[in-house]
């Protein structure tokens, strides 16, 4: 596992020396971390990197997840969906006693002892009621900026017995929490996570060719869980155009199923059936295989990323291949706006036929792709490593319960 030490060649000494000084006044102190899966999905992602960093500058980092039935997750993506401004959600009294009574019946996952417990979307946000002492921080990874009000209405009272709550951006932040200390903090990549860390281009072949992609023709690529948030028929649009003109493109959609997501299958058999056989389109999951390392060669391998999400908290698919030096073609949703900066680190599209013009410049323009591709590698390296996600988490532990 990564030391603090180890991020000194990327971000500096200097950097890593002022985290070690932040450490130092919470030392020893418990933290608990609580989400709905262990696999799949950002928060996951992000979990599995920032505990054990967390534990390695001194701080008694756990991380727990809640369990549950199918039927449970079932209701808890209705409620992901609806937050995220899905109007048709209608959450009856059954579906509230099912989340209410599964995050009673995971109750005993709360330490009394830890003096941080933050809980991750709204899947374990209920389980504020069985807050006996500690600072209780509700960590919101999801775009909740026009959420279903009727939905809403049933949780914000629940958050608002929270100590604050974290969001990911300004504009996500629901009016009715006035009064509450509320923050922002943007999710970070770890650079030195096998998802990231450097590969040979020998590495990247063998993937490529273990998958039956050809690495001597163009590929563009959209990595995203399948889900109707992340658009994979739209990605899929995207390349039918590009490819008009460019008949050697090839398609990745790379998607893990992540254990707290009802709607995985269904909308990746949407996305095959969508996809027609077409042999340029590879759908590929963590069931073929692909984990950590072949995401991260895949992503080396684009000539351009796409994220054609139409809401998105964040959206750490998009630090991950600006990191990697490619450029990512970006609907104007959420997280990806604060990551693709238009001309810059890549282009902001309205249509799919803007994407598919943007990526076809940067598949005939190789030299385009580089630069935007290296500017997108800075602008993660100064506002998306874990470093700085350390940081601000060892700022706001400060700011609630003192040094
Ligand atoms: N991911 C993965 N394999 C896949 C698809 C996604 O490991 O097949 C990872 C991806 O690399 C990223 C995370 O899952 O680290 C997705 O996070 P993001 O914030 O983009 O979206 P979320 O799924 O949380 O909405």
């Known amino acids: 596992m990564a030391r603090i030490e180890d991020y000194a060649p990327i971000v500096g000494k200097g950097e890593v020396e002022s985290i070690k000084e932040l450490a130092e006044h919470v ?16 928060v996951a992602e992000i979990l599995s990197r920032v505990v054990p960093l967390a534990t390695s500058v001194g701080l008694k980092a ?3 997840t809640i369990q549950g039935e199918k039927e449970f ?8 969906n609806a937050l995220q ?41 209920p389980l504020i009621e069985n807050k006996k002492g500690g600072k209780w921080v509700w960590r919101c990874h999801i775009d909740t900026s026009s959420p279903n ?63 039956g992609v050809d690495p001597e023709r163009p590929i563009v690529g959209q990595v995203a869980r399948f889900d109707p948030w992340k658009n994979p028929t739209g990605a899929i649009d995207v390349f039918r155009m590009v490819r008009n003109e460019l008949d050697n493109l090839q398609l990745l959609l790379i998607g893990s199923f992540a254990l707290d997501d009802a709607e995985g299958e269904e909308w990746y058999n949407k996305t095959v059936k969508y996809a027609g056989g077409d042999k340029d389109i590879h759908i590929l999951t963590n069931l073929d295989g692909v984990m950590d390392k072949e995401v991260n060669a895949f992503q080396r391998s ?30 104007k949703a959420g997280g990806i706006t604060l990551q693709v900066i238009d001309g810059v680190t890549g282009y902001l599209v309205d249509c ?52």
């Open 62 to 64: 756990e991380w727990e």
């Open 27 to 42: 030392k020893g102190a418990k933290v608990l971390h609580v989400n709905a899966t262990k696999f799949g999905g950002g």
């Open 149 to 211: 009000i009727e939905v809403w209405s049933r949780l914000s009272g629940y958050v608002r017995k929270y100590d604050a709550a974290v969001f990911s951006l300004e504009r996500y932040i629901p009016k009715d929490l006035q009064g509450m200390r509320v923050l922002i903090d943007y999710p970070t990549i770890d650079p030195l996570a096998v998802k990231n860390m450097q590969l040979t281009p020998t590495e990247i072949q063998k993937v490529l060719e273990r998958y």
């Open 73 to 80: 997750f079932f209701v808890t993506k209705k409620i992901h």
């Open 85 to 125: 401004g899905d109007g048709s959600v209608f959450l009856d009294e059954e579906m509230m006693r099912l989340y209410l009574e599964t995050n009673r019946r995971n109750a005993s996952i709360i330490r009394d002892d830890a003096e941080v417990i933050v809980i991750h979307d709204p899947q374990p946000l």
């Open 302 to 331: 684009f000539n351009a990323a796409l994220q054609l999400s139409t809401r998105e908290g964040f959206g750490l698919t998009v630090a991950e291949a600006l990191w990697k030096g490619v450029p990512v073609v970006g609907t």
């Open 352 to 403: 799919i036929e803007e994407a598919a013009e943007r990526v076809k410049i940067l598949i005939k323009k190789p030299w385009l792709a580089r630069e935007l591709g290296y500017a997108g590698r800075q602008h993660v390296k100064l506002n998306f490593l874990i470093t700085k996600g350390l940081k601000n988490y060892l700022r706001m532990h400060i700011d609630l319960v003192g040094k």
